[in-house]
């Protein structure tokens, strides 16, 4: 706030500094009485100024966007705490409304209908399951859609096929007014509770530079990849990338248990060499331990995007065949370990069977 930054002035001017200016009064003078020397402030610290700079944050406060948040599941819960604990305005709506009372208790006003969400912000932020889901919640009963939209904004962290996402904006527009951005994320559940998450965006340039401060407070990056619908394929782009180190991840980890050395070892016997990732920090202890909750990702999600890629891949005449094959290991993970397992648990399909 503009307050704490003349706090810190003022400390400097009355308890010393080594600064050069604050020996002269931080563009003021100072005149010696006795053994002190009595510092003549500048306008700016004077009572008049503070109460201005208090003003001026007051007048800001005002003009912020007023925030909303639909589906506070495993990833929508974490982004929406950190955006009440920023101290924005939040209204939130989620279809299990008990998932809501912890952001409720942090100032979250929680409202019965996606509408009702619509109504009372002016940027709208959502993350749920699939494409279905979203349709649900802008077009069905009580959808966003049914709010005035003139003005306002949808961000969609959800991930969904791009042109789904393409369909979606454009009849919403023709419906009530209201833009889109795709914004899907990556970076897990982790990144969601820490903030550091990665943010691929796609839609008009001005309409993200206004969202983009209050991104900020729940992603480490957020970048415009082109009009609508680019974010959703550069997500595309980051799930080739992350289900097929998940499946190789999954294989180097079993080869090194089955050779008999210890596969715990291997993040950092290969750290700094042209092995070392973030996926291969983070997962392989994690398969070696048997940690899979809570989950860094459900491995229905992680197949429904391969299958997207799969999709995108055949009309764009895109040869996938390492991502095609990690969509069919995630689907027999799926029939094995169940939807809503730990994709990681893809490592187990290759586990020694009794007998």
């Not at 003549?40 to 948040?69: C, F, H, V, W």
């Not at 994320?185 to 969601?192: K, P």
């Not at 965006?201 to 991104?215: K, L, Q, S, T």
């Not at 992680?302 to 040869?319: E, F, G, I, Q, Y």
Request: charged share 15%; net charge negative.
């Amino acid at each position: 706030m503009p307050t704490s930054v003349s706090a810190t002035k003022l400390s400097q001017a009355f308890h010393g500094s080594n600064d050069e200016a604050s020996h002269r009064g931080i563009h003021g003078t100072a005149r010696r009485t006795g053994n002190c020397a009595k510092a003549t402030l500048p306008d700016q610290l004077s009572p008049a100024g503070i109460n201005g700079d208090i003003e001026m944050a007051a007048a800001r406060a005002e003009t912020a966007e007023k925030l909303g948040y639909v589906g506070l599941g495993m990833m929508g819960s974490p982004m929406a705490r950190r955006l009440v604990g920023a101290g924005h305005d939040l209204t939130i709506w989620n279809r299990s409304p008990e998932k809501a009372t912890g952001l409720v208790e942090a100032g979250g006003k929680l409202v019965a209908h996606p509408s009702d969400v619509a109504d009372a912000a002016s940027i709208i932020f959502m993350c749920v399951t699939d494409a279905a889901a979203v349709e649900e919640v802008v077009f069905g009963p009580h959808g966003v859609a049914m709010a005035a939209g003139a003005g306002k904004l949808v961000v969609d962290f959800s991930s969904i096929h791009p042109d789904a996402a393409r369909a979606i904006a454009a009849r919403l527009r023709m419906t009530n007014g209201m833009g889109w951005i795709d914004a899907p994320v990556s970076g897990g559940t982790m990144g969601a509770e820490e903030g550091t998450l990665a943010v691929m965006a796609g839609g008009d340039a001005a309409e993200i530079e206004r969202v983009r401060p209050y991104v900020l407070s729940i992603a480490r990056r957020l970048t415009h990849m082109g009009p609508i619908g680019a974010g959703q394929t550069a997500k595309l782009c980051n799930q080739v990338i992350v289900g097929c180190a998940m499946a190789v991840l999954a294989e180097a980890t079993r080869l090194a248990v089955n050779a008999g050395i210890d596969a715990g070892r291997l993040p950092e016997a290969l750290a700094g060499g042209f092995a070392d990732s973030i996926p291969l920090q983070l997962f392989v202890p994690r398969m070696v331990q048997g940690i899979h909750s809570p989950p860094l990702g459900h491995i229905a999600t992680m197949l429904k995007d391969l299958d997207t890629v799969v999709d995108v891949a055949s009309h764009t005449s895109s040869p996938v065949p390492m991502a095609s094959l990690a969509a069919q290991l995630f689907r027999l993970a799926k029939a094995a370990r169940g939807a809503d397992a730990d994709a990681l648990e893809i490592y187990k399909l290759s586990a020694n069977q009794p007998g």
